[in-house]
T-cell receptor, first 111, second 115 residues
Framework: GQNIDQPTEMTATEGAIVQINCTYQ??????LFWYQQHAGEAPTFLSY????GLEEKGRFSSFLSRSKGYSYLLLKELQMKDSASYLC????????????FGGGTRVLVKP | KAGVTQTPRYLIKTRGQQVTLSCSPI?????VSWYQQTPGQGLQFLFE???????NKGNFPGRFSGRQFSNSRSEMNVSTLELGDSALYLC??????????????FGEGSRLTVL
């Protein structure tokens, strides 16, 4: 099976940087996704990593290390609207390529 | 381009009843996945359909079932409802499905309360 761990909650100040870590264990890693979900809304796609390294998209960056089973999502220049849950999801070839989600990290941005 | 549409958005049922939820994917998308979201368990995969065929199934009891129609619309059914089935049920569509690296587009969900 799969084990995906991420912190439950993080608090940061507007304008600051926050790093959300995600560790996973899979038999056949085949990609990692990050989604953002505001309270009461649908999750929306943020990033996709399948090779090691950093993917940058504006204020958001995602990093992957396959050998360590580790990823992080970096949120820079935090804004109040970034207060949301951030979901790490892993695709496992050994599990029919279905996406398995971590429990999510709730980020609270304070003024 | 319209997004993923789920109906109904909210519903209340009692134990023992059954419920059918509907999902219309983004036009042109052939893959539909269903997830159950609860505060304690997070997002849990139910099943994925692609071109009317169930391609993958999660670890849920047989009371949970689904199907996909030729127009890619999908339904999921839960029979003999239990209190623990209270959750937000999310549908996600993709052009190629998760096996081909397809990004998932989620609907707003159907919030089911079982009394």
């Amino acid at each position: 099976g799969q084990n995906i761990d991420q912190p439950t909650e993080m608090t940061a100040t507007e304008g600051a940087i926050v790093q959300i870590n995600c560790t996973y264990q899979t038999s056949g890693f085949n990609g990692l996704f990050w989604y953002q979900q505001h309270a009461g809304e649908a999750p929306t796609f943020l990033s996709y990593n399948v090779l090691d390294g950093l993917e940058e998209k504006g204020r958001f960056s995602s990093f992957l290390s396959r050998s360590k089973g580790y990823s992080y999502l970096l949120l820079k220049e935090l804004q109040m609207k970034d207060s949301a849950s951030y979901l790490c999801a892993v695709r496992d070839r050994a599990a029919g390529n279905k996406l398995t989600f971590g429990g999510g990290t709730r980020v609270l941005v304070k003024p | 381009k319209a997004g993923v549409t789920q109906t109904p958005r909210y519903l209340i049922k009692t134990r023992g009843q059954q419920v059918t939820l509907s999902c219309s994917p983004i036009s042109g998308h052939r893959s539909v996945s269903w997830y159950q979201q609860t505060p304690g368990q997070g997002l849990q995969f139910l099943f994925e359909y692609f071109s009317e065929t169930q391609r993958n199934k999660g670890n849920f009891p047989g009371r949970f079932s689904g199907r996909q129609f030729s127009n890619s619309r999908s339904e999921m059914n839960v029979s003999t409802l239990e209190l623990g089935d209270s959750a937000l049920y999310l549908c996600a569509s993709s052009s190629t499905g998760t096996s081909a690296g397809g990004e998932l587009f989620f609907g707003e969900g159907s919030r089911l309360t079982v009394l």
